[in-house]
């Protein structure tokens, strides 16, 4: 059965013809959609009793349902959501004083076979719809007392692996619930086409690089795609989204004990992002991961300091990820991993910084 989740306000106003009546309809089912949440087509009483029935018979509405909730302390709540097919997909509520986020998943699993991530550990089933990414959404702004306004394109899957599901996911986001594009951020390994592409869309949008070391060799280690695209390669995409965007990135960087959090490596860092000239913070994220095969650690708190000292001395704006979610597993292919082996954790997610 077609999901009616996906659609713009024009393909809503064709399926609305398609059935027979007022295109003015199309309106009316976006609204409810998109702007009331409604979880299923009998909540929306606007509608005539026939067209309801009629609808039913050959859509649904496409809220993903969800398998397991865990609530943290904070207020961050981590879902497992199910999709038709039975594939289970994650996503985060991230609540915080001024604000809330919803981080989302963009494929069922990973390719990218980063060695410090649990979604990793799983591969890659397929992508997901653009319903599917903004279904997660409106699953969690339906559980919510607060309206969700930021997205972090950061749970399961490479976004720009995904790119044109992403894209228009975006822009339901934007267009049809209202969400200012510059609240979404989109979090890649350092897919160089794709961030050429998305440069090329000139969506006030933020791009965060998971950079995660200053060499390639490092890199490679951490992020397997490191082989294919070098991070010269990598940074000179950035730099072309920056100049064509206007918009400063993050880069994402794991600190992992004895792998690549020295005072040296955090000097390379800051010269190798000064320069390609591109602004933006560094975000710094202490690694806190248990049983990898690689044996990796979280690094000291004198070692984290010092690195961000060392970055700041050479003029970057570097700031620490706050932890949110820890006992719910709240990174992403935590719980997933979890309710099939209670043994693998992987680092912990949060978008929001500490200053």
């Known amino acids: 059965m077609e999901t009616l989740i996906g659609k713009t306000t024009r393909e809503l106003e064709a399926v609305a013809a398609s059935l027979g009546t007022q295109s003015f309809r199309g309106k009316q089912i976006s609204a409810w959609l998109y702007k009331k949440g409604a979880s299923s087509i009998d909540a929306m009483t606007d509608l005539p009793a026939a067209l309801r029935t009629q609808m039913a018979a050959e859509y649904s509405v496409g809220i993903p349902e969800p398998v397991h909730?865990?609530?943290?302390?904070?207020?961050?709540?981590?879902?497992?959501?199910?999709?038709?097919?039975?594939?289970?997909?994650?996503?985060?509520?991230?609540?915080?004083?001024?604000?809330?986020?919803?981080?989302?998943?963009?494929?069922?699993?990973?390719?990218?076979?980063?060695?410090?991530?649990?979604?990793?550990?799983?591969?890659?089933?397929?992508?997901?719809?653009?319903?599917?990414?903004?279904?997660?959404?409106?699953?969690?702004?339906?559980?919510?007392?607060?309206?969700?306004?930021?997205?972090?394109?950061?749970?399961?899957?490479?976004?720009?692996?995904?790119?044109?599901?992403?894209?228009?996911?975006?822009?339901?986001?934007?267009?049809?619930?209202?969400?200012?594009?510059?609240?979404?951020?989109?979090?890649?390994?350092?897919?160089?086409?794709?961030?050429?592409?998305?440069?090329?869309?000139?969506?006030?949008?933020?791009?965060?690089?998971?950079?995660?070391?200053?060499?390639?060799?490092?890199?490679?280690?951490?992020?397997?795609?490191?082989?294919?695209?070098?991070?010269?390669?990598?940074?000179?995409?950035?730099?072309e989204y920056s100049q064509r965007t206007q918009r400063d990135l993050t880069f994402e960087y794991l600190l992992i004990g004895g792998v690549n959090d020295s005072v040296e490596q955090a000097g390379a860092l800051a010269r190798l992002l000064n320069r390609y000239r591109l602004q933006g913070n560094v975000n710094l994220i202490p690694f806190n991961y248990v049983a990898t095969k690689q044996g990796f650690s979280r690094p000291t708190r004198d070692s984290i300091t010092e690195f961000r000292a060392e970055l700041e001395r050479l003029g970057r704006v570097a700031t620490q990820r706050m932890t949110r979610g820890h006992e719910v597993s709240a990174a992403c292919g935590q719980l997933r991993r979890k309710l099939e082996s209670p043994s693998v954790i992987s680092l912990q997610l949060a978008d929001q910084p500490e200053k």
Not at 139 to 165: C, F, K, T
Not at 178 to 206: C, D, F, N, Q, W
Request: aromatic content about 6%; glycine content about 8%; charged content about 20%.
């Open 69 to 239: 909730r865990d609530a943290a302390k904070d207020g961050t709540v981590k879902y497992l959501l199910r999709c038709d097919d039975g594939l289970t997909i994650e996503s985060v509520y991230l609540p915080y004083q001024e604000r809330v986020s919803a981080c989302l998943s963009s494929q069922i699993g990973c390719a990218a076979g980063c060695t410090f991530c649990a979604t990793a550990l799983s591969g890659l089933a397929r992508n997901l719809t653009p319903g599917e990414i903004v279904g997660q959404y409106l699953r969690m702004q339906a559980e919510s007392e607060r309206r969700i306004s930021h997205v972090v394109y950061m749970g399961m899957g490479e976004p720009l692996w995904n790119y044109d599901n992403v894209i228009q996911s975006m822009r339901l986001l934007g267009d049809e619930i209202g969400l200012s594009y510059r609240h979404i951020t989109v979090s890649t390994v350092g897919v160089v086409p794709g961030i050429l592409a998305l440069a090329r869309e000139k969506m006030p949008i933020t791009l965060a690089l998971s950079l995660h070391a200053p060499d390639d060799d490092t890199r490679s280690r951490l992020i397997p795609t490191g082989r294919k695209w070098k991070i010269a390669e990598i940074l000179e995409a950035c730099r």
